[in-house]
């Protein structure tokens, strides 16, 4: 059990560079979307804008914006399990 909680110990520490670095990355990428969510609206704003368009684009930037919460939402709840599991094993092998 000790050998399990070591193993879990250095999983732990990897997902949480990676953690950190997907949410650093998120952010990057939520920063662009809205650049570009900013962008469409000045075009929409304009005299004789194709309405269409703006919705087709609307439509990938929100796709988009969702798959990358969910991608960081995704490594998020795996740590999370993680963590929780990590805490169980500490106090099966006492170290809590």
Do not use: C
């Amino acid at each position: 059990m000790a050998a399990a909680h070591d193993d879990l110990i250095n999983v732990i520490l990897e997902e949480e560079e990676e953690v950190v670095s997907a949410h650093r990355a998120q952010i990057e990428k939520a920063m662009e979307l809205v650049k570009s969510e900013m962008g469409l609206l000045a075009e929409v704003d304009k005299p004789g804008s194709a309405i269409d368009v703006y919705v087709e684009r609307l439509a990938e930037v929100l796709e988009r914006k969702a798959a990358s919460i969910a991608e960081l939402a995704a490594k998020v709840k795996t740590f999370r399990a993680h963590l929780r599991q990590e805490e169980t094993l500490s106090k099966a092998v006492g170290l809590h």
